[in-house]
């Protein structure tokens, strides 16, 4: 992991730091500020006294804000404390479905909508105060819905100028499903970001058997979507890569889309090799089931699956099923969003914790420093790899 001591924080903080963790999202937000009030404790209090510098070392940056809700379920943003001239950092979770709300006496479970309204009513709330807002949402409102192929709204792009009509200057995301949604903000900072390295860390950390070359492992992707990413993985790991592509059935339109006929692999031997699959999400996982299936039939050895956010949307029975026949071997994902009991007690099932990195960038942004030594994990990645075969003396 990249360490604050080696990033250059030199330039004055944009504004006293403020932490505004969205329900959903008040685990993430509090281990985030447990990061950033150590290294500032532990830092030189040469500059500590400056007036510059006031309200940098606090017990805490969590910012008290909540949503509360009326019996018709209608909502208001409430912040407890002044956020003037402060640099704000708004964390949202638009997946934690776990939430729930009463509305005229019958419980509801929240969606992303309602996510998404109560960022804006947040944001509505500190009333242009702030310094600077920044809107930290891992899994970005509406990012599948990208680009127009029909007759239908192009939520993402609304919800990106929405936000920043409202008055924020930065949306950071994780593993944006098409990074061009960027388009619709040109002017504002937009920074999507992949967790390779933790990827790379969680499955190393995990297994000690592992052979990282070409004649071991692969990456695949299971569609062309995502092809970059298995792409990128093969480059920084020096193995192969190998794609899947969708054959679809153009005649019929099932739930909204073209059904899939069959998926269709492109790539060298996988036979005898350790392959990981790589994905934006696992939703329904329907997907990622059916590209093992067809690894395994190919004589893949294990196979592991890595995705940025895991849905599941459809339960965790599949995916058992598949662990218990030897399909899946390992499954990767982050906890940028949330994760069921259920989900972290699974054999198989690997946590790759984000906290830190997201407190690294909220530090370092505070800063108005660069952020791209964080954003390119490269040279950590072979560090990491480097340990791993000297301690397994390969």
């Known amino acids: 992991m990249?360490?604050?001591?080696?990033?250059?924080?030199?330039?004055?903080?944009?504004?006293?730091?403020?932490?505004?963790?969205?329900d959903g999202c008040q685990e993430m937000g509090a281990m985030v500020n447990d990061y950033i009030t150590q290294w500032r404790k532990e830092e030189d209090s040469v500059f500590k006294d400056n007036m510059l510098f006031h309200g940098y070392d606090k017990e805490s940056f969590l910012v008290d804000a909540k949503v509360p809700r009326f019996g018709s379920g209608e909502a208001k943003g409430i912040i407890g404390e002044s956020v003037r001239g402060k640099d704000v950092y708004l964390l949202v979770d638009v997946c934690n479905y776990s939430l729930t709300y009463s509305m005229t006496g019958h419980v509801n479970h929240m969606s992303p909508d309602d996510h998404y309204q109560n960022l804006k009513r947040i944001i509505a709330a500190i009333g242009g105060k702030a310094r600077r807002i920044s809107v930290i949402m891992p899994f970005l409102y509406e990012g599948r819905q990208h680009k127009r192929s029909t007759r239908e709204s192009l939520d993402c792009a609304l919800a990106l100028q929405e936000l920043v009509?409202?008055?924020?200057?930065?949306?950071?995301?994780?593993?944006?499903?098409?990074?061009?949604?960027?388009?619709?903000?040109?002017?504002?900072?937009?920074?999507?970001?992949?967790?390779?390295?933790?990827?790379?860390?969680?499955?190393?950390?995990?297994?000690?058997?592992?052979?990282?070359?070409?004649?071991?492992?692969?990456?695949?992707?299971?569609d062309e979507g995502a092809t970059e990413r298995a792409i990128y993985m093969a480059s920084v790991l020096n193995i192969d890569m190998g794609m899947f592509y969708k054959r679809r059935d153009y005649s019929r339109i099932v739930d909204g889309r073209n059904p899939i006929i069959a998926h269709e692999f492109l790539g060298t031997s996988v036979e005898g090799k350790d392959v990981i699959i790589l994905d934006d999400m696992i939703s329904s996982g329907d997907s990622i089931l059916d590209v093992a299936r067809q690894l395994k039939q190919r004589k893949a050895k294990r196979i592991f699956a890595a995705a940025t956010f895991g849905l599941f949307t459809n339960g965790l029975d599949k995916f058992d099923q598949a662990y218990e026949e030897g399909l899946i071997t390992g499954i990767l994902t982050t906890n940028l969003i949330y994760q069921s009991p259920e989900l972290l007690s699974k054999p198989y099932y690997i946590n790759c914790d984000m906290s830190k990195y997201m407190a690294l960038m909220i530090d370092t942004l505070n800063h108005d420093s660069s952020i791209n030594s964080i954003l390119n994990p490269n040279d950590r990645i072979q560090h990491c790899v480097d340990e791993y075969n000297q301690k397994h003396n390969r």
């Open 2 to 22: 990249l360490r604050r001591s080696e990033r250059n924080l030199d330039n004055i903080p944009v504004g006293p730091l403020g932490i505004i963790a969205l």
């Open 165 to 222: 009509r409202m008055g924020v200057d930065n949306i950071i995301t994780f593993d944006a499903h098409d990074p061009r949604v960027q388009n619709a903000i040109p002017l504002h900072g937009f920074e999507t970001v992949r967790p390779t390295y933790q990827f790379v860390k969680g499955l190393l950390e995990t297994y000690d058997d592992l052979v990282i070359d070409s004649d071991h492992m692969m990456a695949i992707s299971p």
